[in-house]
Nanobody
Protein backbone atom coordinates (compact mmCIF):
# COMPACT_ATOMS: atom_id res chain seq x y z
CA UNK A 1 0.00 0.00 0.00
CA UNK A 2 1.31 3.43 -1.01
CA UNK A 3 0.04 6.72 0.38
CA UNK A 4 0.74 10.31 -0.65
CA UNK A 5 0.79 13.54 1.33
CA UNK A 6 0.85 16.71 -0.75
CA UNK A 7 1.94 20.10 0.57
CA UNK A 8 3.17 23.50 -0.56
CA UNK A 9 0.06 24.96 -2.10
CA UNK A 10 -1.27 28.38 -1.34
CA UNK A 11 -2.47 31.68 -2.72
CA UNK A 12 -0.18 33.34 -5.23
CA UNK A 13 -0.47 36.20 -7.69
CA UNK A 14 -0.35 35.59 -11.43
CA UNK A 15 3.27 35.27 -12.48
CA UNK A 16 4.28 33.94 -9.10
CA UNK A 17 5.78 30.62 -8.12
CA UNK A 18 5.09 27.72 -5.80
CA UNK A 19 6.90 24.49 -5.07
CA UNK A 20 4.74 21.50 -4.27
CA UNK A 21 6.00 18.50 -2.37
CA UNK A 22 4.67 14.99 -2.15
CA UNK A 23 5.76 12.71 0.65
CA UNK A 24 5.38 9.12 -0.46
CA UNK A 25 4.73 6.47 2.15
CA UNK A 26 5.81 3.34 0.37
CA UNK A 27 8.37 2.14 -2.12
CA UNK A 28 8.27 3.89 -5.49
CA UNK A 29 11.92 3.76 -6.50
CA UNK A 30 11.26 2.40 -9.98
CA UNK A 31 7.63 3.41 -10.33
CA UNK A 32 6.61 6.23 -12.63
CA UNK A 33 4.96 9.07 -10.72
CA UNK A 34 2.75 11.94 -11.69
CA UNK A 35 1.21 15.21 -10.58
CA UNK A 36 -2.47 15.71 -11.28
CA UNK A 37 -4.84 18.59 -10.73
CA UNK A 38 -8.55 19.12 -10.54
CA UNK A 39 -10.46 22.38 -10.72
CA UNK A 40 -14.06 22.63 -9.48
CA UNK A 41 -16.45 21.24 -12.03
CA UNK A 42 -13.68 19.78 -14.13
CA UNK A 43 -12.20 16.33 -14.45
CA UNK A 44 -8.88 15.52 -12.90
CA UNK A 45 -6.08 15.98 -15.40
CA UNK A 46 -2.48 14.92 -15.70
CA UNK A 47 0.07 17.70 -15.22
CA UNK A 48 3.40 15.91 -15.45
CA UNK A 49 4.98 12.48 -15.10
CA UNK A 50 8.43 11.24 -14.21
CA UNK A 51 9.66 7.67 -14.52
CA UNK A 52 12.07 5.83 -12.30
CA UNK A 53 14.79 6.65 -14.82
CA UNK A 54 13.81 10.36 -14.84
CA UNK A 55 12.04 10.45 -18.18
CA UNK A 56 9.62 13.38 -17.95
CA UNK A 57 6.46 14.46 -19.71
CA UNK A 58 4.34 17.58 -19.27
CA UNK A 59 0.90 18.64 -20.26
CA UNK A 60 1.05 21.24 -23.01
CA UNK A 61 -0.56 23.79 -20.72
CA UNK A 62 2.38 23.75 -18.29
CA UNK A 63 5.37 23.14 -20.55
CA UNK A 64 8.11 25.68 -19.96
CA UNK A 65 6.61 26.75 -16.63
CA UNK A 66 6.50 23.64 -14.42
CA UNK A 67 9.28 21.25 -13.49
CA UNK A 68 8.69 17.82 -12.00
CA UNK A 69 11.42 16.05 -10.06
CA UNK A 70 11.83 13.23 -7.60
CA UNK A 71 14.17 12.35 -4.78
CA UNK A 72 14.10 8.62 -4.30
CA UNK A 73 16.34 8.77 -1.22
CA UNK A 74 13.76 10.97 0.50
CA UNK A 75 10.77 9.21 -1.09
CA UNK A 76 9.52 12.52 -2.38
CA UNK A 77 8.08 14.04 -5.52
CA UNK A 78 8.20 17.75 -6.33
CA UNK A 79 6.57 20.18 -8.70
CA UNK A 80 8.17 23.58 -9.19
CA UNK A 81 5.55 25.89 -10.67
CA UNK A 82 6.64 29.19 -12.19
CA UNK A 83 4.82 31.91 -14.08
CA UNK A 84 1.56 30.75 -12.56
CA UNK A 85 -1.67 31.63 -14.30
CA UNK A 86 -5.23 31.82 -12.98
CA UNK A 87 -6.07 28.73 -15.01
CA UNK A 88 -3.56 26.80 -12.89
CA UNK A 89 -5.93 27.14 -9.94
CA UNK A 90 -6.81 23.63 -8.80
CA UNK A 91 -6.23 21.03 -6.15
CA UNK A 92 -2.97 19.27 -6.97
CA UNK A 93 -2.42 15.60 -6.27
CA UNK A 94 0.45 13.21 -6.63
CA UNK A 95 0.13 9.55 -7.43
CA UNK A 96 1.68 6.84 -9.49
CA UNK A 97 1.55 7.41 -13.22
CA UNK A 98 -1.90 6.10 -14.03
CA UNK A 99 -1.45 6.19 -17.79
CA UNK A 100 -4.73 5.70 -19.58
CA UNK A 101 -6.44 4.55 -16.38
CA UNK A 102 -6.91 8.06 -14.95
CA UNK A 103 -10.52 8.44 -16.02
CA UNK A 104 -11.71 5.30 -14.25
CA UNK A 105 -9.18 5.02 -11.43
CA UNK A 106 -10.85 4.04 -8.19
CA UNK A 107 -7.82 3.72 -5.97
CA UNK A 108 -6.17 5.95 -3.40
CA UNK A 109 -5.72 9.71 -3.65
CA UNK A 110 -4.17 11.90 -1.00
CA UNK A 111 -5.80 15.02 0.36
CA UNK A 112 -4.23 17.19 -2.32
CA UNK A 113 -2.96 20.72 -1.90
CA UNK A 114 -4.87 23.78 -3.05
CA UNK A 115 -3.20 26.16 -5.47
CA UNK A 116 -5.00 29.43 -6.05
CA UNK A 117 -3.64 31.93 -8.55
CA UNK A 118 -5.43 35.23 -8.22
CA UNK A 119 -4.91 38.95 -7.84
Amino acid sequence: QVQFVESGGGLVQPGGSLRLSCAVHGTVRFVAMGWYRQAPGKQRELVATITGSDTITYADSVKGRFTISRDNARNALYLQMNVLKPEDTAVYYCNIDLGNRLSDYGGYWGQGTQVTVSS
